[in-house]
């Protein structure tokens, strides 16, 4: 009954370095998506995919990249880390039209 | 756009007591969702409770409760009988509901950080 699992759970990151977060679950969701969570800013949506195949920007997309494959997997691309990407990161997934999301366990990135 | 606004970033209360927090919102739309969530230290996000805006009652979850004011745009989240495992940051959300198409992402708040005191 594993859910939505998120790996690593801590990473640090040196500024320019290049990383990838990866997110799966088991759930047969459509719906996948990419949180920040900023002291004082709450939860902020990065990017989304609606299914395999198709994703879409969401409040803060720049400086990360995603695709989705397979139903499964939603991978988070930093392409060149920056100190403002200091942030604990959260995968979720839910059923097309949710209305509940399954968050991960998060991911805490500290760039240096 | 929708926003969220939690105006107590932290709160405290004594084991046993009620606490409520307070959450309001903006939104033209008439159809969404409203949700509280909880996160403690492990950083896990557990959904507390979760309001349709086209019910009037309110929702009720164990010792958790919500007063949901749809024309005032207030969801506020009580918590009785408050017991040391409720310390834990809490998150008021809004979704907007989609009948066909559409991403039904979470809009948050800032957050309320409650601490439950022996």
């Known amino acids: 009954n594993a859910g939505v699992t998120q790996t690593p759970k801590f990473q640090v990151l040196k500024t320019g370095q290049s990383m990838t977060l990866q997110c799966a679950q088991d759930?047969?969701?459509?719906?996948m998506s990419w949180y920040r969570q900023d002291p004082g800013m709450g939860l902020r949506l990065i990017h989304y995919?609606?299914?395999?195949?198709?994703?879409d920007q969401g409040e803060v997309p720049n400086g990360y990249n995603v695709s989705r494959s397979t139903t499964e997997d939603f991978p988070l691309r930093l392409l060149s880390a920056a100190p403002s990407q200091t942030s604990v990161y959260f995968c979720?997934?839910?059923?097309?039209?949710?209305?509940?999301?399954?968050f991960g366990q998060g991911t805490r990135l500290t760039v240096v | 756009a929708q926003t969220v606004t939690q105006s107590q970033p932290e709160m405290s209360v004594q084991e046993a007591e009620t606490v409520t927090l307070s959450c309001t919102y903006d939104?033209?739309?008439?159809?969404?969702?409203l949700f509280w969530y909880k996160q403690p230290p492990s950083r896990q996000m557990i959904l507390v409770i979760r309001?349709?805006?086209?019910?009037?009652q309110n929702a009720t979850e164990n010792r958790f409760s919500v007063n949901f004011q749809k024309a005032a745009k207030s969801f506020s989240l009580k918590i009785s009988d408050s017991q040391l495992g409720d310390t834990a940051m809490y998150f008021c959300?809004?979704?907007?509901?989609?009948?066909?198409?559409?991403?039904?992402?979470?809009?948050f708040g800032a957050g309320t950080r409650l601490a439950v005191h022996p």
């Open positions: 979720a997934s839910s059923l097309q039209g949710g209305p509940e999301a399954f």
């Open positions: 759930m047969n969701h459509e719906y």
């Open positions: 995919s609606v299914g395999a195949g198709i994703t």
């Open positions: 939104t033209s739309e008439s159809n969404y969702y």
């Open positions: 309001q349709e805006a086209y019910k009037q």
């Open positions: 959300a809004f979704m907007k509901l989609y009948y066909s198409g559409g991403y039904n992402k979470l809009i």
